[in-house]
């Protein structure tokens, strides 16, 4: 079993709606990222998050430390978001290294005008 | 400022042959880790260093390895090249101030093709 799962796979959604694509993980964490690939492989840091919430623009993440999981969320959804989002997590680690990401599988997204 | 640079962007090579990749992290930053990504596996997690120190490794075999240098600047070598190393390989730079998560800083990549 993947440390870190994401779900959907697979998103395919219509202009202007809301979406919510899910992160669970079965380690300790000292972080949580949500990044977001676009073809040609770029990838971009949404949010890093330990605990609660953080907001920007119309995206918005949320983390449950206790229930291990974590959700993006995107608001009035535009064709320009089409990508795929990847959830990413620092384990715990007491020798001071947060670099060694572990990666789930990516939620492929596509928004239709 | 500049963000993470990658060179070369493009790369193809034959089996048995090894590769250099570089990476130039954001200026002040002194962590820089490598991923590999492959359509099979996604995204892994290589090595990791600071301060010109490899501070962790992920599970891959020893033909691949790394450098950092005093500028922080990083280098990434794969020799005897296998065809399944064919890959997108990624740096990431972070600022990782006492030991703490910062958020990480991607370059665009390095693809490598292995013929």
């Known amino acids: 079993k993947n440390e870190v799962e994401q779900s959907p796979q697979n998103l395919t959604a219509q202009e202007g709606e809301f979406i919510t694509i899910n992160c669970s993980y079965s380690?300790?964490?000292?972080?949580l990222h949500w990044l977001q690939q676009h073809p040609g492989g770029g990838i971009v840091s949404l949010f890093m998050?330990?605990?609660g919430k953080k907001k920007h623009g119309r995206l918005i993440a949320t983390i449950n430390i206790q229930e291990k999981h974590s959700s993006l969320h995107i608001t009035a959804s535009h064709p320009r978001d089409s990508a795929v989002y990847i959830c990413?997590?620092?384990?715990?680690?007491?020798?001071?290294?947060?670099?060694?990401?572990?990666f789930g599988k990516g939620t492929k997204l596509s928004v239709k005008p | 400022k500049a963000g993470v640079t990658q060179t070369p962007r493009y790369l193809i090579k034959t089996r048995g042959q090894q590769v250099t990749l570089s990476c130039s992290p954001i200026?002040?930053?002194?962590?820089v880790s490598w991923y590999q990504q492959t359509p099979g596996q996604g995204l892994q997690f290589l090595f990791e260093?600071?301060?010109?120190?490899?501070?962790n490794k992920g599970n891959f075999p020893g033909r691949f390895s790394g450098r950092q240098f005093s500028n922080s600047r990083s280098e990434m070598n794969v020799s005897t090249l296998e065809l399944g190393d064919s890959a997108l390989y990624l740096c990431?730079?972070?600022?990782?101030?006492?030991?703490?998560?910062?958020?990480?800083?991607f370059g665009p990549g390095t693809r490598l093709t292995v013929t």
């Open positions: 990431a730079s972070s600022l990782d101030l006492f030991g703490e998560s910062y958020e990480q800083y």
């Open positions: 380690v300790g964490i000292s972080a």
């Open positions: 998050l330990s605990s």
């Open positions: 990413a997590v620092s384990k715990m680690n007491y020798g001071g290294s947060q670099g060694n990401l572990i």
């Open positions: 200026s002040g930053h002194r962590s």
């Open positions: 260093y600071f301060s010109e120190t490899q501070r």
